[in-house]
Nanobody
Framework: QLQASGGGLVEAGGSLRLSCAAS????????MGWFRQAPEKEREFVAR????????YYAGSVKGRFTISRDNAKNTVYLQMNSLKPEDTAVYYC???????????????????WGQGTLVTVSS
């Protein structure tokens, strides 16, 4: 089970940190991803992190502004979002997949487990 939190309203240029807490003893064997869905748009990939935290990958639209990290001792993955823009407004979802099943980690269908989403609104 995944529980995302940390969303809210922020002005453009501001920062937010999202958290995703996972239950279960095998968290450290999972690749974790963040996706987002803006109003009237398809859900899109944002970032993903390997089971160890040693490898990360970002969508071009957020690279250099967002940082994904994880704390396996706390069963939690984070998304630090800086220099936020109005176009970052979306519901953000965390997702999990057993690491051996992930080929690329940027596609929704690679992740069988999803959190409920947390809303991020960036005002201009």
């Amino acid at each position: 089970q995944l529980q995302a939190s940390g969303g809210g309203l922020v002005e453009a240029g501001g920062s937010l940190r999202l958290s995703c807490a996972a239950s279960g003893r095998t968290f450290s064997s999972y690749t974790m991803g963040w996706f987002r869905q803006a109003p009237e748009k398809e859900r899109e990939f944002v970032a993903r992190i390997s089971w160890s935290g040693g490898r990360t990958y970002y969508a071009g639209s957020v690279k250099g502004r967002f940082t994904i990290s994880r704390d396996n001792a706390k069963n939690t993955v984070y998304l630090q979002m800086n220099s936020l823009k109005p176009e970052d407004t979306a519901v953000y979802y965390c997702a999990a997949a057993e690491y051996s099943t992930v080929a690329v980690g940027t596609r929704e269908y690679e992740y069988p487990y999803w959190g409920q989403g947390t809303l991020v609104t960036v005002s201009s």
